[in-house]
């Protein structure tokens, strides 16, 4: 069982960044397609970028310029740099493999514990 652990959250004012890592048990970041979620408080899980295998990266119309998803084959580390926060912006942020189902990415594996953001206005 592949496990999966969010770090890098924390509490920042509005405009500030971070960055977001996930670690990964196994080789799966280096071999299959890779995705960042958030779930707002009250809110659905969103998927909010995506990198294939081969290094292709999109994002969501909500975040895209702001977020860059990247990740260390090496370290089977996935990553998300988030620059000029918004007070929206804050959610449990989590890590997962994808897969595509019907045109749509989907989620494959358990879920971590996720990693939260707070923006502060």
């Known amino acids: 069982q592949v496990m999966l652990v969010e770090s890098g959250g924390g509490v920042v004012q509005a405009g500030g960044s971070l960055r977001l890592s996930c670690a990964a048990s196994g080789s799966i970041v280096r071999v299959n397609a890779m995705g960042w979620y958030r779930q707002a408080p009250g809110k659905q899980r969103e998927l909010v970028a995506t990198?294939?295998?081969?290094?292709?990266?999109n994002y969501a119309d909500s975040v895209n310029s702001r977020f860059t998803i990247s990740r260390d084959n090496a370290k089977n580390t996935l990553y998300l740099q988030i620059n000029s926060l918004k007070p929206e912006d804050t959610a449990v942020y989590y890590c997962?493999?994808?897969?595509?189902?019907?045109?749509?990415?989907?989620?494959?594996?358990?879920w971590g514990q996720g990693t939260q953001v707070t923006v502060s206005s």
């Open positions: 997962n493999a994808v897969g595509l189902r019907g045109g749509t990415w989907s989620p494959l594996l358990d």
């Open positions: 990198i294939t295998s081969g290094g292709t990266a």
